[in-house]
């Protein structure tokens, strides 16, 4: 069995590190820089890698939906 840290009182934060995890701004910036056309241009150009991820995503769950069909369809030899 490991060993627990267990803080019976701990220390309040300052009220400049609560504001510093209270960003709504920035929340509210990175959904439109992702949930917008403009965006989406940005990861084309910018953010490979995530774009990248969605479309290989976005391949295997067709594959797994039409693979059935796809095999269903070729001619027996």
Same mark, same amino acid.
């Given at each position: 069995?490991? #060993?627990? #840290?267990?803080? !019976?009182?701990?220390?309040?934060?300052?009220?400049?590190?609560?504001? @510093? %995890?209270?960003?709504?701004?920035?929340?509210?910036?990175?959904?439109? #820089? %992702? %949930?917008?056309?403009?965006?989406?241009?940005?990861?084309? %150009?910018?953010?490979?890698?995530?774009?990248?991820?969605?479309?290989? !995503?976005?391949?295997?769950?067709?594959?797994?939906?039409?693979?059935?069909?796809?095999?269903? @369809?070729?001619?027996?030899?």
């Amino acid at each position: 069995m490991g #060993k627990f #840290k267990i803080k !019976i009182n701990p220390p309040v934060p300052s009220i400049e590190t609560i504001h @510093q %995890y209270r960003n709504f701004g920035g929340l509210l910036h990175r959904y439109k #820089k %992702y %949930y917008s056309t403009d965006g989406i241009r940005y990861m084309l %150009y910018h953010d490979r890698k995530r774009l990248v991820y969605i479309v290989i !995503i976005i391949v295997f769950l067709l594959m797994l939906l039409f693979v059935e069909e796809i095999s269903a @369809q070729s001619i027996p030899l």
